[in-house]
């Protein structure tokens, strides 16, 4: 059974903090995927990645950046947490092919105090 | 740049009828088309697909979807709702970005009640 996995389902974190999101896929996609969801936002794209160590931007990148050193790994970084990062993140992965489904993980509800 | 639109944030229909969730894109080429639910606590799971062909697309769980290229909707529905099915759906598009590659944009989210 496919699965992707995020290291935390709840984190509370207090302004200013640098905070770490991490996400694995079993898989052996190529692509990953960081969205947060907020209510009535539906998912937004924070960043994807297509390859190790490539990344791109996507709709809402602004506080966040991510590393991808290993094709099984993607993290999410906050530099220094602000409140209104307070959302659920949500990891994906999908294989080489865009018309192919994307596979999301539990998700993080993340808590900036 | 693609968009997605679900107009309704709350549909509610009794258990045994049939139901329809709406969606409504834009994008730029050809359009992949998605539908993705999320039940309590869990994260999003892919239901059904539009990339070519057949406009009447099957999935999982007996959900349907009819894509229609001139009103450039994808509405999901199912003959027959059962209460299980109660749960957040999202319609997404993939579209390409700014760097060529595509993405998916998602709906703002529909949450389907199913009354007993």
């Known amino acids: 059974d496919v699965k992707v996995t995020q290291s935390s389902r709840y984190l509370v974190k207090r302004t200013g903090e640098k905070v770490f999101l991490e996400c694995v896929q079993d898989?052996?996609?190529?692509?990953m995927f960081w969205y947060r969801q907020d209510p009535g936002l539906g998912l937004r794209l924070i960043y994807f990645?297509?390859?190790?160590?490539?990344?791109e931007k996507g709709d809402i990148p602004e506080g966040y950046s991510v590393s991808r050193e290993k094709k099984e790994r993607f993290s999410l970084i906050l530099e220094s947490a602000s409140t209104n990062q307070t959302s659920m993140y949500l990891c994906?992965?999908?294989?080489?092919?865009?018309?192919?489904?994307?596979?999301f993980g539990p998700g993080t509800r993340l808590t900036v105090l | 740049a693609q968009s997605v639109a679900q107009p309704e944030d709350q549909v509610n229909v009794a258990e045994g009828n049939p139901l329809t969730v709406k969606c409504t894109y834009s994008?730029?080429?050809?359009?992949?088309l998605f539908w993705y639910v999320q039940y309590p606590n869990r994260g999003l799971q892919f239901l059904l697909k539009?990339?070519?062909?057949?406009?009447l697309v099957k999935g999982s769980y007996g959900f349907e979807a009819e894509f229609n290229k001139s009103q450039t909707s994808f509405h999901l529905k199912k003959p027959s709702a059962l209460v299980s099915d109660s749960a957040l759906y999202f319609c997404?598009?993939?579209?390409?970005?700014?760097?060529?590659?595509?993405?998916?944009?998602f709906g703002s989210g529909t949450r389907l009640q199913v009354q007993p």
């Open positions: 994906a992965s999908r294989d080489s092919n865009s018309y192919n489904e994307q596979f």
């Open positions: 898989m052996d996609h190529e692509n």
């Open positions: 990645s297509y390859d190790v160590k490539m990344k």
């Open positions: 994008v730029s080429g050809n359009p992949y």
């Open positions: 539009y990339i070519t062909g057949d406009n």
């Open positions: 997404a598009v993939s579209g390409y970005m700014d760097t060529g590659r595509r993405a998916l944009t």
